[in-house]
């Protein structure tokens, strides 16, 4: 079974509005990731965080992590109509380097 | 330009029919990963390989199987196609244990009549 999922499924927001997506998974990680899939595309690396972090920004993006609710959580701030993509969360496991993705939350950005 | 080339891009193959997708990666990554990904159900790992020589099953590695010659090469070989096997087909790398960012190719469209 998948390690992590993603909520909500879906997300329909207006441009300027910021965007949450939550990652919830099962066990033990050393570190969490956050993809981006743009239609019919490979997916690219947005942004890691590491177990013992709780916190991390990448320009519009802010990524949590709560290792007690075993969740993450991705923020886009002041979203625009290219931020329209799927967004998948991955967990990268300690000595195994089999990294799982989630189901993935679709945004899309009304212009 | 660096990175991970698939082929083919996209292929309409007959039941029971072998099927080999290429995937090289120019990075020297030791790392090297096939995804599975299909409608609400997101990427589910094949098989991957953590090092030349090397192979492991992931979470749906039943039909499929690689072989890691070198460094660059990880092909991924469907024995004998079924429907089921539709899907699109992503090759991944890294290097580990130093860096945790995957580097992915464009997909492969598998479709299996």
């Known amino acids: 079974s998948q390690q992590g999922e993603e909520d909500p499924q879906a997300l329909s927001i207006q441009e300027g509005e910021n965007a949450t997506m939550n990652c919830s998974y099962k066990?033990?990680?050393?570190?969490l990731q956050w993809y981006r899939q743009n239609s019919g595309r490979g997916l690219v690396h947005l942004i890691l965080i590491r177990s013992n972090e709780r916190e991390k920004h990448s320009g519009r993006l802010r990524v949590t992590l709560d290792t007690s609710k075993k969740s993450s959580s991705l923020l886009i701030t002041a979203s625009r109509a290219a931020d329209t993509a799927s967004y998948f969360c991955?967990?990268?496991?300690?000595?195994?380097?089999?990294?799982?993705f989630g189901a993935g939350t679709t945004v899309t950005v009304r212009a | 330009i660096a990175g991970i080339t698939q082929a083919p891009t996209s292929q309409i193959l007959a039941a029971g029919r072998r099927m080999t997708l290429r995937c090289t990666q120019d990075m020297r990554h030791n790392a090297m990963y096939w995804y599975r990904q299909d409608l609400g159900l997101g990427l589910r790992l094949i098989h991957y390989s953590n090092t030349a020589g090397t192979t492991g099953k992931g979470e749906v590695p039943d039909g499929y199987s690689v072989s890691r010659a070198n460094t660059d090469d990880f092909p991924l070989t469907l024995a004998s196609a079924v429907p089921s096997q539709t899907s699109v087909y992503f090759c991944a790398s890294r290097q580990v244990p130093n860096t945790g960012e995957l580097f992915f190719g464009e997909g492969s469209r598998l479709t299996v009549l």
């Open positions: 991955a967990t990268d496991p300690f000595n195994d380097y089999k990294l799982s």
């Open positions: 066990t033990s990680i050393n570190n």
